[in-house]
């Protein structure tokens, strides 16, 4: 597409935030976000259904489903425009960028028919059932068990999910879990979808370091899927929970870099006004972070282009690591900077956000495959080098 | 050659302070300690103080001390950073001690030092730039003569354990130079608890406006400058070297105990080759910040002023890297349940990031040594 | 949003320019570079400029280039850095051409231009502190009228390429300002090659003794600052980064070979999570520069002179960084064969340590960095 | 013993040197360290005899073997004196420091008279043969053969040992080899002394990254054994292997630390005089060369005391690795204060001296046991983590 038609795109967006993220929504600006996940609830879910009224949620979604069918570079666009403006963190994110597109790709006429409406409206929302206890990062030792009812076809579901984000706030659970009893690894896997407000589930908020809760802990005791809403066949969970998260493709990079480049900014404010840009240390570490952020946005750039050299795949496979030690490393900055107040808990804001920073950034290295899994598949994956062999195999 | 080697007493302290810590000031209590946030154990230091005699240990015997070196000091602080305890320790026996012997009169310090020995009083100082390699450098209190007396000024914004403390040693600026004022517990000025992120350890401001103070509460003769407290600023930044060689020894055995037992992809994570390597690093680490404490202690009563201050900035530098990276690297390698409040590795990262700003970041440490040694020949021994 | 996806045509210069110089710069060709010690290939050189147009890429069609921009020029650049390829191409098209563009009257570059372009000529520039950020803030030789020509005066230490280039352009301090002067070969100048550690890349000392030149011989009109010449120091130093991220991939890749095939207690090894995290990370830090590159060069049609520099430096920063962590890991990687002579990571390392110096340091170019961002508004987009 | 003594043995030390390493003798100080361990080889041999002259060769063997019975302590202060000294490199160091010790422990009588005397005299020097091409840091994969001649009882070695240091420079080599044939690790290997003037022996010089070749390849094809220079018996060549390596009790370590404090004063000078002390960066680094080193002498003094303590041990464990990257990073350090004139060999003698430290000191990481080496024994044996499993056992 043209850049006037991006262009007009990006003016569109500001205009529209500019009226509408104001009055009783003003409150939102940049809260709700990493660390602050569990902020304004209620409002948040009434912003989501502002931004539905304006047409904004799901715009990558095809026009049949309510969406603009934005291209790449459009919803980069949009996404750069929001978090420019401060636009709060999205409740509806899960359902819009990982469940919808899933449902879109092998859902069954039914089960679209049922969901993706009130995802694109913002009225359902939609957390995720991947991570256990004992799992961790190792998605195939799934253990969490769906028995079929023979009398109805549902599914009933016993075991244990964990960093489930937002699950007090949503209203639907997917799960991936072990159907076939015995089975091991990626075989005998289900991919259920689950109402959340129904007995035989029990979420207990998991308290972070930062002191907040966005995470969770969901408890599953003989809870119901219904027969028809299994995606794709009972034994595909493991296909379908993969191509989930390959629709994470990393468009909402681009706006997540627009608040790293805020958070920079406001730590060379402060640094300016408190005298820490005067140490040479800090300058560097500083630049260091500038230079860092820059490469990450042509980083992202170039992960975006469907790039199948060598590069462009080590690119992709690297970026995760790229930006959650980036900024990880920012956090301590922030504090850095701040010296000694950095300690001070006295709610002014600015000091409160770095703060955040510093304490929920130590999650962006774990969360969503740690650093250590990044690097053995960039290893493995990019580099071609041996795999880590499984203790349980050998 | 310096013998580095532990006497079996200095061994015996060690073993017993670790002990006592272990009893008192464990797990669980530093989760009490976190949730009332009050940052002080008074019964704890009751103990520590008045039976064990941990303050006295540096203080000479003729002021009640027991007359040991900094050794022995080290020794008990590390063991008491291993656990984050609740303790006064290092305001009382590392800084507001070292800094009454190096400015104080004899008649000032036979007054106070031994009610410290004796573990009477928990004391601190309120340095005027709690975030500067030289916190004497800058001090926004000030003292003017009046009535045979003096009038105090000023707000000092963080003062560590305002309020444990029974004495608050205030360094003020006089038309010329600074002078040292005591302020007993009761003298008029106001202390106001901050909350902090690292709740381990209480932070109070200290505000002055026309405090009146008699003559007697000036504890210098005629004033003294930064310079004369080097070796007191040498021995709060060795003893807060120790408190953080402890923490970091603390958070990586956390670290080793968990990846001993947490089983992924079929093996206990401490199997991984990248996980053992990260671990031996900071052992290597560890070992080297832990011998440049011990060896500056140990070097501590040869030494000259420049000396025991470049040593303790070295050990502050090694000590402020060292303990940040374990607390980092425990988060990262109890994978999820590293950033949940449940586990206690946040709780060293968080006295990691406020203890590295105190009295100054390891690079204004090594800033300062690097002056020292391109200012003039290198030091060669 | 930027396309940064290579274009089939780029993507084709890239592979011929890896083909050619994996035929005609290999690793015995190498050896014989630095066993001659000339650092360069005088044949390959006619190849690359009269055949290929390598030096032309970035020039104008009006002065015979084609008209291409940053981005090939940096591939065949990236390419060259790779074999560690002893030509004058970073001299001449990245330093000489660009600084011409910048400040040289449009009758001087229509003058020299066309010859580059058209590989007749090989160039330089006798930058005046070649170690420094700002390489034209401070330089050595001075210019003074005289017989309606110029007296020039002054040695300029390391010139690269001095020997292999028919033109050596030499900025010079006028009673007022800098002017830009052209040295052909043969225009009584003395250059002396210097003995180098790094042997894959020619440096010449420059002596001028009262050295006459015609009025013709300067190239700018009124003088100019060191801002005017900012995108040629921009273009010199992305260069110079492209050159290091291409030697940086070839030396990792000598990294993977060899850790595919080496046994070591039964296993290759590739095979330790140690060895392959650290591959991984390096890789992490090879992508991360290459985009700053690439990045950099698709920007800089677009970007004003600030920014140009800005990316330019970081891309610098981040390249020799790579390069110099990427050869040290080669070697240690290596094992013992890593520190002899027959195996080729330590010409890779000779080359990052020469090379990081050239045109300022990484932490110089990261103050650089931070006096723009600390000094106004943080820079968004 | 007192500090009296001490400082008298110090005393006593820097008068014998400053009137012996003079005259003839002084072109060699500071000569013949690591990386130009092939300089003045003759004039160094000739100055092992002047040492031995003054009793200055083993100065801690007993009284028995020559020695001086020096303590710990007292060799430190010697070992300091020399390096301070600008004492040149021991070509005698394996005789005195590693296979003398050996022999006084573990040989016969007869050898030890055959032996020992020529060591303490500085007539005889020695090398080690452990290293080969295929083993690395595997000391157990060791593959040279040694057969029996049964009508001599002499044993026959074939094979090849590899960074076999100074062996050009040296009489005889000391060879672990496997007598049994079939055997694998470390059973079946026996501990032999071999003349290295004999037909059968090839030493070739390893050309080295600075140019020079202290290090050697040594192929033996046939080379003799006599019966009686097998060290303890066939099949208990580990044992003593391992002990050798043991008398390497790092006392030579203090003295190696006065070399590396007159490189980081020469680092200091340079930066003052070429501005490089200037730059924060560098006065960064150049502070923590000295932290590190200042550690690293106290670090040295603990591992000398016999702490059985888990401090201790890891001290011990750790310092290999700790004082090899120190040494490394200073002579990047050095580099990067010479800044472009680091690429300039014109024959300088302080340049040339920092650009040997740069380039030599890539071997310090490698060599005695590499980095990662270092840090599986660091987490094995110090931290009690598993062993690396080898691969041709699993």
């Given amino acids: 597409m043209s850049d006037d038609r991006l262009a007009a795109l990006r003016a569109e967006v500001r205009a529209w935030l500019s009226e509408h993220l104001a009055g009783r929504f003003e409150p939102l600006r940049w809260r709700g976000h990493a660390g602050d996940g569990d902020a304004l609830p209620e409002l948040r879910k009434e912003w989501e259904r502002e931004l539905a009224g304006g047409g904004w949620t799901c715009p990558g979604w095809p026009a049949e489903w309510g969406g603009r069918g934005l291209s790449v570079a459009e919803q980069v666009a949009f996404q750069e425009e929001y978090a420019r403006a401060g636009g709060p963190g999205r409740i509806g994110h899960i359902g819009e960028g990982l469940i919808g597109p899933t449902l879109i790709e092998f859902g069954t006429p039914a089960q679209q028919q049922r969901f993706l409406p009130a995802i694109r409206a913002g009225t359902e929302f939609w957390c995720q059932g991947y991570s256990e206890p004992q799992a961790g990062s190792d998605l195939a030792n799934v253990r969490t068990r769906a028995r079929r009812e023979d009398a109805t076809g549902d599914w009933l579901v016993h075991g244990q999910k964990v960093w489930t984000s937002l699950a007090h706030l949503s209203d639907w659970i997917f799960v991936l879990a072990r159907s076939e009893e015995g089975s091991t690894g990626r075989h005998g896997l289900i991919f259920l979808l689950l109402a959340l407000d129904q007995p035989g589930i029990e979420i207990r908020p998991i308290r972070q370091i930062g002191g907040g809760a966005e995470f969770n802990s969901v408890f599953f005791d003989g809870a119901r899927a219904r027969a028809e809403h299994v995606v794709g066949a009972a034994g595909e969970g493991w296909r379908i929970a993969t191509a989930l998260l390959g629709f994470e493709r990393g468009i909402s990079t681009l706006g997540q870099q627009m608040a790293f480049a805020q958070e920079l900014d406001l730590v060379c404010r402060i640094a300016r006004e408190n005298g820490a840009a005067r140490s040479p240390e800090l300058r560097q570490r500083i630049a260091r972070a500038w230079a860092g952020l820059r490469a990450m946005r042509y980083l992202a750039m170039r992960a975006l282009c469907d790039d199948a050299s060598r590069e462009g795949r080590l690119a992709r496979l690297g970026y995760k690591y790229h930006w959650s030690n980036w900024h990880r490393d920012l956090g301590r900055l922030a504090m850095d900077v701040l010296g000694p107040d950095g300690n001070v808990v006295d709610g002014d804001p600015r000091r409160e956000r770095l703060r955040r920073l510093f304490l929920f950034s130590r999650a962006d290295t774990i969360y969503g495959g740690t650093s250590e899994i990044q690097l053995n598949l960039i290893a493995e994956q990019g580099l071609g080098m041996p795999r880590e062999p499984r203790g349980d195999r050998s | ?381």
């Fill in chain 2, 1 to 381: 050659m310096m013998d580095l080697q532990l006497t079996d007493d200095q061994r015996l302290i060690r073993q017993q302070a670790a002990r006592l810590l272990a009893d008192r000031a464990g797990p669980q209590q530093l989760r009490q300690t976190v949730a009332a946030a009050t940052g002080f154990d008074a019964a704890l230091w009751r103990t520590v103080a008045r039976q064990l005699g941990w303050c006295a240990m540096t203080i000479a015997e003729r002021h009640g001390g027991l007359g040991l070196s900094l050794t022995e000091l080290s020794l008990v602080v590390e063991a008491a950073g291993e656990r984050l305890a609740p303790l006064p320790l290092w305001s009382t026996a590392c800084a507001a001690a070292p800094l009454l012997s190096a400015v104080a009169t004899e008649e000032a310090r036979a007054a106070i030092l031994p009610r410290i020995a004796a573990g009477e009083i928990a004391a601190t100082v309120a340095w005027g730039d709690l975030g500067a390699a030289d916190p004497l450098a800058a001090t926004p209190v000030t003292a003017v003569p009046a009535n045979g007396g003096y009038l105090l000024d000023g707000l000092v914004t963080q003062v560590v354990d305002a309020e444990a403390a029974d004495l608050v040693l205030v360094p003020a600026r006089l038309a010329q130079g600074l002078a040292l004022f005591a302020l007993e517990r009761g003298a008029g000025h106001e202390t106001r608890q901050i909350e902090t992120l690292d709740a381990t350890r209480q932070i109070g401001a200290l505000e002055m406006r026309g405090l009146r103070l008699s003559a007697d509460a000036r504890l210098d003769a005629d004033g003294f400058t930064p310079r004369a407290a080097a070796s007191a600023i040498a021995t709060a930044n060795l003893g807060l070297a120790a408190e953080q060689v402890g923490a970091a020894r603390a958070v990586m055995d956390l670290t080793l105990a968990y990846v001993g037992e947490r089983v992924q992809f079929g093996r206990v994570i401490a199997s991984f080759q990248a996980v053992k390597h990260r671990c031996a690093r900071l052992e290597v680490d560890l070992a080297e910040a832990r011998a440049m404490v011990l060896g500056a202690a140990a070097n501590f009563a040869n030494a000259e002023d420049d000396e025991r201050l470049l040593e303790a900035r070295a050990a502050r530098a090694l000590a402020s890297d060292l303990l940040f990276r374990a607390a980092e690297e425990s988060i990262q390698l109890h994978g999820g349940v590293g950033f949940t409040w449940e586990y206690d590795p946040h709780l060293y990262l968080k006295r990691a990031q406020a203890v590295s700003a105190l009295l100054g970041s390891a690079d204004r440490h090594l800033e300062a040594i690097a002056e020292h040694l391109l200012a003039e020949a290198c030091h060669e021994r």
